[in-house]
């Protein structure tokens, strides 16, 4: 991480986990700390608009100190970007789900990339557990009563498998294996 002062602000860069920096432009407005973030990634989507470098967001602080100064600098417009839009359409869990693994499998969320063994791992309980429950509902559907019946429905399951287990029966998933119990009731 380095950092360089400009009066009134700074600029910390940081290295990211997909080998690309940030810059983090912090500054004082009114009485107020603000930070914007920008990113050398190109097209970034965060509304950055991506391609930045340590020298251009320097000049860029600057820029936005000398609107600070003069009383026109405005947090969510700053640099002629909106604040990102909320999405037309809300996503199904399935769908967010997929976006969630690909990025912590790219390591772009995360403090690094998933391992292939943990991005398995993961895939298995989601096609095994949450999927099949809460795959094709949009997340805005979702909630503590939702999460308590699928909670309900995993420990019915569990009861079912160990009575199943305990009366004899060699229960086995698709590949084979032998299937445990994994809820308490």
């Not at 360089?4 to 407005?29: H, P, Y």
Request: with cysteine; glycine share 10%.
């Amino acid at each position: 991480m380095s950092g360089g002062r400009i009066a009134g602000g700074n600029v910390t860069v940081r290295m990211l986990v997909d080998g690309t920096r940030a810059f983090e432009l912090r500054f004082k407005a009114g009485d107020k700390r603000e930070s914007i973030t920008l990113h050398q990634r190109p097209e970034c989507d965060c509304g950055c608009g991506g391609g930045w470098n340590e020298r251009a967001a320097r000049r860029e602080l600057g820029n936005v100190l000398a609107r600070v100064r003069v009383g026109v600098w405005q947090r969510e417009v700053e640099r002629g970007r909106a604040a990102p839009q909320k999405p037309k359409e809300i996503p199904t869990f399935h769908e967010y789900a997929s976006q969630w693994l690909q990025r912590r499998v790219d390591g772009v969320l995360g403090d690094r990339p998933l391992s292939d063994n943990t991005r398995n791992d993961y895939l298995w309980r989601l096609r095994g557990h949450l999927l099949p429950f809460f795959g094709a509902r949009r997340l805005d559907e979702i909630d503590r009563e939702m999460c308590l019946e699928f909670k309900a429905e995993k420990v019915r399951q569990s009861r079912d498998l160990r009575a199943a287990i305990a009366a004899g029966v060699d229960a086995r998933d698709e590949r084979n294996r032998r299937r445990y119990c994994c809820w308490s009731s």
